[in-house]
């Protein structure tokens, strides 16, 4: 049942919420860092512990797979657009940072690739 991957859901948000918000501030910073990274992660493992034990009914896992989805596009965007808001009120610092973290990313794809293909 879809209404599964819903609790599945909250409860990554909430528990990835719950550790961007511990991880923020014991690098003293008022905002979640990493929260949403988290949630994702835990929703990833979560489904996938529960595949490989076969812990989930058909409909659960579809409703999971549903939410699942939805996760990346809707939580995504709203984490993108309050970041953006709050590097342009930060200061080009924080913009940078940005800008230079994407650069390393594709950098590394070729990398990645590489590795990829070797398995």
Known sequence: MKIYGVAILAACFLIGHIIGDQLGKLFGLTGNLGGVGFAMLG???????????????????????????????????????????????GGWVALLAGIIATGACYALIPFISKMSKNK
């Open 43 to 89: 929703l990833i493992f979560l489904n996938d512990y529960s595949n490989k034990k076969g812990l989930l009914k058909p409909e659960t896992e579809s409703g999971m797979l549903f939410w699942s989805n939805m996760y990346i596009p809707v939580v995504i965007a709203m984490s993108a657009t309050q970041n953006v808001k709050a590097a342009l009120s």
